[in-house]
């Protein structure tokens, strides 16, 4: 059973152009969460969202970002006109349906570079 | 709102030794806490997790916590390390309602082990 995947592993834009993050959870999982980690700081939640629902968008900056769980295909996290202050690590995580124990899955992070 | 102090930055230990990392955590219900683990550049992986019962959970790789309601602590302990323990700890605290929230992390400490 393949863990959560998210890719590309890494990723390097210029100031002023598009960024966009892959995460396909967990055969079953039906919840995704975004996240951000900066240098030196813990992960700071972004968004929850299950299949075409944004359930908790409160992490989520007001502008250029924005995230989606379409019906077919992986969970994209799209970050528009970037800056270098967007250099981060970016960590999807997945749950199961009805998830009791409340414990998310990790992926392995995509690690964003804005020059 | 909820929030997590990992008071230690950096903690450093012989190879052999104990090890207690500490994490507190304010909440206004009973939390689920979660211990995770992250070596460079990878994700998190869990190491163990409280969300009812025993208070003493014990997790993989040899570790285990210790959730005190009153001190509102939940630290994580390990009787020998080894060197392959060096890596980040991460503490975390989610909605006792399941699964259905964000994790909030603590900043991490960062485990150093001499030989």
């Known amino acids: 059973n393949a863990g959560v995947m998210q890719n590309p592993r890494h990723l390097v834009r210029r100031r002023g152009q598009e960024a966009r993050l892959r995460c396909s959870p967990m055969?079953?999982?039906?919840?995704v969460y975004w996240y951000r980690q900066l240098p030196e700081e813990g992960l700071k939640f972004m968004v929850y969202?299950?299949?075409?629902?944004?359930?908790?968008e409160s992490g989520m900056p007001k502008e250029r970002f924005s995230a989606e769980f379409p019906k077919e295909g992986p969970s994209i996290l799209r970050i528009q006109q970037v800056v270098r202050g967007d250099s981060a690590a970016y960590f999807c995580?997945?749950?199961?349906?009805?998830?009791?124990?409340?414990?998310?899955?990790f992926g392995p992070g995509t690690r964003l570079t804005v020059l | 709102a909820q929030s997590v102090t990992q008071p230690d930055i950096h903690i450093t230990v012989s190879e052999g030794a104990s090890l207690e990392l500490r994490c507190n955590y304010s909440?206004?219900?009973?939390?689920?806490l979660f211990w995770y683990v992250q070596s460079p550049g990878q994700g998190l992986q869990l190491l163990l997790k409280?969300?009812?019962?025993?208070?003493l959970v014990q997790g993989i790789k040899g570790f285990e916590a210790e959730f005190k309601r009153s001190q509102s602590s939940f630290n994580l302990r390990k009787p020998s390390v080894h060197w392959s323990d060096a890596a980040e700890y991460f503490c975390?605290?989610?909605?006792?309602?399941?699964?259905?929230?964000?994790?909030?992390f603590g900043k991490g400490t960062h485990l150093i082990i001499q030989p």
């Open positions: 055969k079953g999982h039906s919840h």
């Open positions: 909440y206004g219900a009973t939390p689920y």
């Open positions: 995580a997945s749950s199961p349906p009805n998830n009791a124990g409340g414990e998310q899955f």
């Open positions: 969202l299950q299949k075409e629902n944004i359930i908790d």
């Open positions: 975390a605290v989610g909605y006792s309602g399941g699964g259905a929230d964000g994790l909030t």
């Open positions: 409280y969300f009812s019962g025993d208070t």
